[in-house]
């Protein structure tokens, strides 16, 4: 008997792994037959298929029989199938139920363990543009930014970090050190949803800081290794805008 790839996926959708899957259509052209046959027709081991067969009887989806002193196995008749999928839905929303009522408390949890920050290295070119990509997607970010290293280190970015939250209605604050890339670049992207201002000669600095809604992102550029540090840590991020804001204001 052959079953299409429809079937396969709707027997994996209540959970099945693939063996659990074989062993269970096999068994409905062999039908009843000991462990030894079902493992020669799969060509899964006896053991493996001992254990497969334990789980699809808990589920209901094959029986055992005993006659004498053989044991035999089968699968249910094609037309109880749909009771056991709906046996798994409702055991699916009794799940449900129990998960939202422990929600309050795993929110608890939860807060207690954003106070730690997750701490994230990247180390190389290719990586650290990975890094740059994620920027790329923030609806929204601030930062203390050198334009003349990314010029010469990470050049695609100079202007694509600009471009994509312009694209992307985004809104971006930007504190530069004074150069002549950094006149281009404001003249450029300055905007009412992307504001620019360029810091007193003195202020330089020679690394990136990017605040984002729930991270910070700290890029060092070097001749001979670009790295970013990513802090993944709200109360953090709340110091870093604080740290921002007095800049931006003065």
Not at 4 to 30: A, H, T, V
Not at 44 to 52: D, K
Not at 71 to 97: N, Y
Not at 165 to 185: F, H, M, P, S, V
Request: glycine share 2%; proline share 5%; with cysteine.
């Amino acid at each position: 008997m052959i079953f299409d790839n429809n079937m396969k996926l709707i027997l994996q959708k209540i959970g099945l792994s693939q063996k659990e899957i074989e062993i269970f259509l096999s068994l409905f052209p062999l039908g009843p037959q000991p462990v030894s046959i079902i493992a020669r027709h799969t060509d899964i081991p006896r053991p493996t298929v001992y254990v497969i067969l334990d789980r699809l009887k808990k589920i209901g989806l094959v029986q055992e029989l005993k006659r004498n002193d053989s044991t035999r196995f089968r699968c249910i008749p094609a037309d109880e199938i749909p009771d056991i999928i709906s046996g798994r839905i409702s055991e699916l929303e009794q799940t449900k139920k129990a998960i939202e009522e422990y929600l309050p408390r795993l929110k608890i949890l939860e807060q207690k363990l954003t106070t730690t920050p997750t701490v994230r290295f990247h180390e190389g070119r290719d990586v650290v543009m990975q890094a740059y990509e994620r920027i790329t997607a923030e609806k929204e970010i601030c930062a203390f930014f050198n334009p003349l290293h990314v010029k010469k280190y990470m050049p695609i970015y100079l202007e694509k970090v600009a471009a994509e939250i312009r694209r992307n209605n985004g809104k971006a604050r930007e504190l530069l050190t004074e150069c002549d890339e950094a006149q281009e670049y404001k003249k450029k992207w300055s905007s009412e949803q992307h504001q620019i201002k360029i810091l007193p000669k003195r202020a330089q600095f020679t690394s990136d800081t990017i605040i984002c809604a729930d991270r910070i992102y700290m890029i060092a550029y070097d001749r001979d290794q670009i790295t970013a540090t990513e802090i993944i840590s709200p109360a953090l991020v709340k110091t870093q805008q604080a740290v921002f804001e007095e800049m931006w204001n003065k």
